[in-house]
T-cell receptor, first 115, second 112 residues
Framework: GAGVSQSPRYKVAKRGQDVALRCDPI?????LFWYQQALGQGPEFLTY????????KSGLPSDRFFAERPEGSVSTLKIQRTQQEDSAVYLC?????????????FGPGTRLTVL | SQQGEEDPQALSIQEGENATMNCSYK?????LQWYRQNSGRGLVHLIL?????REKHSGRLRVTLDTSKKSSSLLITASRAADTASYFC????????????FGKGMKLTVNP
């Protein structure tokens, strides 16, 4: 595809529901990143993958958050038992990877609202 | 945690004027990147400057980096209404990780 795509663009969940957010990176990009952006703040790192390997998940706020990229392409961020504080925009980015200077290409984000 | 901090937090100027945004960061870096975010195009990479570079240009953008002061500045010349957006500096943390640590951002409004 032409860029990083994410779905759904908007998600409203009732507190306690599970949600799954999908990211389709740019074809051929090795690295994939998830960020969380609260209103009026910069994106905060959650986790990242090189191909199918999850190399860093230090930013995941709790064990309710889980991410996977089983075939090294599409990734899913799952949030179990959503809480109101999970309301944010979830951004996915991809990059060519393997080198130290990488431009990250961001998707449009999924805006999650937990009621 | 956020590594960079942009200054000022908000700036309003007239079309045609120049806009300067500053970023300060805390730890040693390999590179520093500037991103722009608006509602129409999401978060877009603008420019990357490496730690061994002092200045870089891209179109109407000029970025400087002073590693001794742990600061960078982004200059947008001859601003346009379309430059209205939030601007973020971002750095990869030490240790070779590819993740980026973003500042809180700066809101630029360019009035026509």
């Amino acid at each position: 595809g032409a860029g990083v795509s994410q779905s759904p663009r908007y998600k409203v969940a009732k507190r306690g529901q599970d949600v799954a957010l999908r990211c389709d990176p740019i074809s051929g990009h090795v690295s994939l990143f998830w960020y969380q952006q609260a209103l009026g703040q910069g994106p905060e790192f959650l986790t990242y993958f090189q191909n199918e390997a999850q190399l860093d998940k230090s930013g995941l706020p709790s064990d309710r958050f889980f991410a996977e990229r089983p075939e090294g392409s599409v990734s899913t961020l799952k949030i179990q038992r959503t809480q109101q504080e999970d309301s944010a925009v979830y951004l996915c980015a991809s990059s060519l990877g393997w080198t130290g200077d990488n431009e990250q290409f961001f998707g449009p984000g999924t805006r999650l609202t937990v009621l | 945690s956020q590594q960079g901090e942009e200054d000022p937090q908000a700036l309003s100027i007239q079309e045609g004027e120049n806009a300067t945004m500053n970023c300060s960061y805390k730890t040693s870096i390999n590179n520093l990147q500037w991103y722009r975010q608006n509602s129409g195009r999401g978060l877009v990479h603008l420019i990357l400057i490496r730690s061994n570079e002092r200045e870089k240009h891209s179109g109407r953008l000029r970025v400087t980096l002073d590693t001794s002061k742990k600061s960078s500045s982004l200059l947008i010349t001859a601003s346009r209404a379309a430059d209205t957006a939030s601007y973020f500096c971002a750095t990869p943390p030490q240790g070779g990780s590819e993740k980026l640590v973003f500042g809180k951002g700066m809101k630029l409004t360019v009035n026509p």
